[in-house]
T-cell receptor, first 109, second 113 residues
């Protein structure tokens, strides 16, 4: 089983919608998590770090469920500019970060 | 933006030729990584470094070698490029002592004909 798994999508949502992605992880030793955003033909960029139960930054909320071993990303009031691929990463502290394959989001006018 | 650059940004080469990609950082971070990204595979770790002259293999290291003779530079070498190594290569840096976030360079698009 892959250490980090994500639904590849694509998620096609209208502007203004709320959309949520889930990311499941298999390494229970993972202590912190990160969400990255990657635009087409660009490098991944850090969107949010999660060290405890969750984190919120404006329209973006990340929630961590350690019992079920998943982390979610919620985007409220979607904008056209939110269209990108979102990568989930778990950090167990001892090894290089393992990235999921990403979830593609398309926000449609 | 993190001070990380990659060179060249684009390269076209022929099968069998050697290729070296350079990653340069100005952040003095200990950890540096090389990934390749291909459609359907996501980011795959090639090699990484946890200090000067300290390197280790990732999940797709065959056909690649690395060197790190100083903190700021991490080189990735394809000794004899093959068409299967056509990809986008990303370098990343990380300071695990400060939150552990990882930051990526802008990428190198390599085409092997």
């Amino acid at each position: 089983r892959k250490e980090v798994e994500q639904d590849p999508g694509p998620f096609n949502v209208p502007e203004g919608a709320t959309v949520a992605f889930n990311c499941t992880y298999s390494n229970s030793a993972s202590q912190s998590f990160f969400w990255y955003r990657q635009d087409c033909r660009k490098e991944p960029k850090l969107l949010m770090s999660v060290y405890s139960s969750g984190n919120e930054d404006g329209r973006f909320t990340a929630q961590l469920n350690r019992a079920s071993q998943y982390i979610s990303l919620l985007i409220r009031d979607s904008k056209l500019s939110d269209s990108a691929t979102y990568l989930c990463v778990g950090d167990s502290g001892n090894t290089p970060l393992v990235f999921g394959k990403g979830t593609r989001l398309s926000v449609i006018a | 933006d993190a001070g990380i650059t990659q060179s060249p940004r684009h390269k076209v080469t022929e099968t069998g030729t050697p290729v070296t990609l350079r990653c340069h950082q100005t952040e003095n971070h200990r950890y540096m990584y090389w990934y390749r990204q291909d459609p359907g595979h996501g980011l795959r770790l090639i090699h990484y470094s946890y200090g000067v002259k300290d390197t280790d293999k990732g999940e797709v290291s065959d056909g690649y070698s690395v060197s790190r003779s100083k903190t700021e530079d991490f080189l990735l070498t394809l000794e004899s490029a093959t068409s299967s190594q056509t990809s986008v290569y990303f370098c990343a840096i990380r300071n695990r002592g400060q939150g552990g976030e990882q930051f990526f360079g802008p990428g190198t698009r390599l085409t092997v004909l």
